[in-house]
T-cell receptor, first 113, second 114 residues
Framework: GDSVTQMEGPVTLSEEAFLTINCTYT??????LFWYVQYPGEGLQLLLK?????DKGSNKGFEATYRKETTSFHLEKGSVQVSDSAVYFC????????????FGKGTKLSVKP | DAGVTQSPTHLIKTRGQQVTLRCSPK?????VSWYQQALGQGPQFIFQ???????QRGNFPDRFSGHQFPNYSSELNVNALLLGDSALYLC?????????????FGPGTRLTVT
């Protein structure tokens, strides 16, 4: 079945460091790909998405490119802030799905001042 | 505009009991999905409701059931609770379903089974 694998955390960075969180997927057809963020005590929020190969999703300085050849959707940010500290989830929605999301296990990011 | 709301926030139950969790979708949304998030794991899809019917279901036993009301709000019921049912239960709403329609998540209900 469809699945998502993302890098284990936690990840600890200093403010203004470069962030990469790796995400790879297994799916039939052409899934849509998402990154969600979960701040402490809150529900998940959509950060960005890409619905077809080579699409780049971007939001709040975060970017991810849908790479079909490597089945990847790595999250990047050039300069992280303390306020970016949260848990990040990579997710996919299968091409035949009616809307259920399949999530990775999440990566906790802590940014130190 | 209120987002997705869930009640209660926290709940403690004993093995074998039954529990009902509630969700009110964001205004204008007609589709509700439920997810279970165990500690340290990503959310897992339980089921989705649209037009008061279960549209699709994940790999969860029949002990998990749900309902959607005419006002689009939804309930998740779990019977014969097991220790392994302890988790954060997330409700997500959207207008219709599919990748083009963003799912908005509520803050969740933390269920502890003792």
């Amino acid at each position: 079945g469809d699945s998502v694998t993302q890098m284990e955390g936690p990840v600890t960075l200093s403010e203004e460091a470069f962030l990469t969180i790796n995400c790879t997927y297994t799916a039939t057809g052409y899934p849509s790909l998402f990154w969600y963020v979960q701040y402490p005590g809150e529900g998940l929020q959509l950060l960005l998405k890409a619905t077809k190969a080579d699409d780049k999703g971007s939001n709040k300085g975060f970017e991810a490119t849908y790479r079909k050849e490597t089945t990847s959707f790595h999250l990047e940010k050039g300069s992280v802030q303390v306020s970016d500290s949260a848990v990040y989830f990579c997710a996919l929605m299968g091409s035949r799905s009616q809307g259920n999301l399949i999530f990775g296990k999440g990566t906790k990011l802590s940014v130190k001042p | 505009d209120a987002g997705v709301t869930q009640s209660p926030t926290h709940l403690i139950k004993t093995r074998g009991q039954q529990v009902t969790l509630r969700c009110s979708p964001k205004s204008g949304h007609d589709t509700v999905s439920w997810y279970q998030q165990a500690l340290g794991q990503g959310p897992q899809f339980i089921f989705q409701y649209y037009e008061e019917e279960e549209r699709q279901r994940g790999n969860f036993p029949d002990r998990f059931s749900g309902h959607q009301f005419p006002n689009y709000s939804s309930e998740l019921n779990v019977n014969a609770l097991l220790l392994g049912d302890s988790a954060l239960y997330l409700c997500a709403s959207s207008y219709r379903s599919g990748a083009s329609y963003e799912q908005y998540f509520g803050p969740g209900t933390r269920l502890t089974v003792t």
